[in-house]
């Protein structure tokens, strides 16, 4: 199975992501966690021209979506965190993944804003960085999640999410 939490910078998939991440593992040790930020580490595509660009963001997603498929075929159970923001790979994860969960963290731009952990909207908003998912890239809002998560509030109950997923996903 292959869980696949999409949204934009903010909206809370890596912290719902590993607390899906250690619920599964109690029931599957046979589970592994990537985000997106990880992944575009661990392959230095951070470095070099354009990384954030709709370009080298296509790359990062081949990869990851690659990187899901070879442990999908191993039986590996893979909770992945990434903003996907290209539809027709979200349609084509369906055809490519033995069983495929898609959550979308739905949030507005301007509760991302005033969150902007890690500084990249007023960043782009004072223009010092370009290529900003939600702000000169448009994000494309999944037209078929399989759930969808209202991420605007504050406190929510993340253990209890994360148990509403995996039972929604039928892993639970």
Not at 11 to 22: C, F, P, Q, W
Not at 45 to 70: D, F, K
């Amino acid at each position: 199975m292959i869980i696949w939490l999409i949204g934009m910078s903010g909206s809370g998939k890596t912290t719902l992501g590993r607390e899906i991440a250690t619920q599964l593992r109690s029931v599957a040790l046979n589970t592994v966690l990537l985000d997106g930020d990880e992944v575009r580490e661990i392959f230095k595509h951070h470095y070099g021209e354009h990384p954030y660009s709709i370009e080298g963001r296509h790359i990062n997603a081949e990869r990851l979506t690659a990187l899901c498929e070879m442990l999908d075929r191993q039986g590996i159970h893979v909770v992945c965190c990434v903003l996907s923001i290209f539809p027709e790979m979200r349609l084509e994860n369906r055809r490519r993944f033995s069983a495929y969960f898609e959550v979308f963290m739905d949030a507005a731009l301007n509760v991302l804003e005033s969150r902007d952990v890690k500084g990249l909207y007023a960043a782009a908003r004072r223009g010092e960085v370009s290529n900003v998912v939600g702000v000169d890239i448009p994000f494309p809002r999944p037209e078929h999640p399989d759930m969808i998560i209202d991420s605007s509030g504050t406190g929510s109950n993340i253990a209890a999410l994360a148990s509403q997923v995996l039972k929604r996903a039928g892993l639970l």
